[in-house]
């Protein structure tokens, strides 16, 4: 079955740029998808198709996919957007929704 | 506004059985494929199934194939979760979700409801 990696953790400063990262076997072929999850809360669609923002969702987070590498980028980061973040595609060959292992975001 | 709301979660035997409802409204469910997605404590998400529109094919992680039947009453704007011979490893937080683009991302999410299954 498909896996996707991503880091158990990262650590960015306020005002910074945050970097997740999404490995995944050729996974530039395929729609890379994320989500974020406060503490308590349900998931909520932050990217999707690789790069695009569903409304009400910041220009300072977008996306971007190539290669074996899909990363979610936030700019100008905010004590708000300390949170869980999972990538997500669809497997076409088990017919499955996959997530990533989720990447734990600290806003220092 | 789209709103999912779950309910039926609760405490469980090992071997016991527990359906889960989710209530849809704001959009024209029939078109829309749905998805559970599971959370245990302290874990990340695990998808569990999900259910197309039209035909209701239906199709589920390996974790939990042959033991939660997923459906759908588009009359009723529901969705459901049968689940069977329940573990202690099924006890997470359960999440409904609307499919977007026939399915490949999950545009809204419930609150969730959450499944303990303890002796």
């Known amino acids: 079955s498909y896996v996707l990696t991503q880091p158990p953790s990262v650590s960015v400063a306020p005002g910074r740029t945050a970097r997740i990262t999404c490995g995944g076997n050729n996974i530039g072929s395929k729609s890379v998808h994320w989500y974020q999850q406060k503490p308590g809360q349900a998931p909520v669609l932050v990217v999707y198709d690789d790069s695009d923002r569903p409304s009400g969702i910041p220009e300072r987070f977008s996306g971007s996919n190539s290669g074996n590498t899909a990363t979610l980028t936030i700019s100008r980061v905010e004590a708000g957007d300390e949170a869980d973040y999972y990538c997500q595609v669809w497997d076409f060959s088990s017919d499955h929704y996959v997530f990533g292992t989720g990447t734990k975001v600290t806003v220092l | 506004q789209v709103q999912l709301v779950e309910s039926g979660g609760g405490l469980v035997k090992p071997g016991g059985s527990l359906r889960l409802s989710c209530a849809a409204s704001g959009f024209t469910f029939s078109d829309y494929y749905m998805s559970w997605i599971r959370q245990a404590p302290g874990k990340g998400l695990e998808w569990v199934s999900y259910?197309?529109?039209?035909?209701?094919?239906?199709n589920y992680a390996d974790s939990v194939k042959g033991r939660f039947t997923s459906s759908r009453d588009n009359a009723k704007n529901s969705l459901y979760l049968q689940m069977d011979s329940l573990r202690a490893e099924d006890t997470a937080v359960y999440y409904c979700?609307?499919?977007?683009?026939?399915?490949?991302?999950?545009?809204?999410w419930g609150q969730g409801t959450l499944v303990t299954v303890s002796s």
């Open positions: 259910i197309r529109t039209g035909s209701g094919y239906t």
């Open positions: 979700a609307r499919g977007a683009r026939d399915g490949y991302y999950l545009d809204y």
